[in-house]
């Protein structure tokens, strides 16, 4: 077992005399995506709901059949309600929570599904999908000897290597599976959090 930082230590110091951990940091902060999909949906619901109602509205004015909208029962509703009343307190309610929810994915970033990669460049901000790195490390595990095939999980706190080997010499094996997943992960610079941890499972079991 050994730690990430002893790994990528063979690859150099961090850029810019930052340590791992704050490149890291930096790295993830930059990498998180938008928040696009919520954006769209608030767009589009603002948009049909204005165009409902500038074409209510231009309806009531020319007559048009599309303005039959009952806007004076809904004024009269509304002049007549209190705020201690069931409806105006609920639609008041949801209001809040849709306002509070829009304000909370407005501060908070979504959550990246990118590893960042460390660069030369203090500037340059790379990434690579967690799926491209689980199987670019399970090839480099499965391409050691009397390695039948392996399971990479990414984890927060660890990276966990399965290997399924019916070879004697576990403790040799393993050995040269996690030389191999070490110095593919230094190859790429890839900085994960945690601990690289090795595990072996017989055939057939």
Known sequence: MSTLQDIMSSAGGAAGG????????RSLRLLRPGRTPAGV???LTVSVALAAATGTTVGLVTGS??????????????GESRWSDAGPLALALLAM????L??????L????RLVPLEAADPRTVM??????LRRTLRAAAESVNDVGRARVRLGWRNIEITVVSDADRTGH??????TAVGDRMAGLGAMCGGEVVVRLRRRGI
């Not at 930052?18 to 940091?25: D, F, N, T």
């Not at 970033?109 to 990246?112: A, E, N």
């Open 173 to 178: 094996l393993l050995r040269q599976v996690g």
């Open 127 to 132: 990434g690579l999908t967690r799926s491209g």
């Open 65 to 78: 059949p599309f303005g039959r909208m009952p806007y004076r029962q809904l004024a009269a509703w509304a």
């Open 18 to 25: 930052e340590s791992l951990q704050a490149v890291r940091r």
């Open 41 to 43: 949906v608030v767009a």
């Open 109 to 112: 970033p979504g959550r990246t």
């Open 97 to 100: 929570a849709a306002g509070a």
């Open 102 to 107: 829009l304000l909370g994915l407005a501060v």
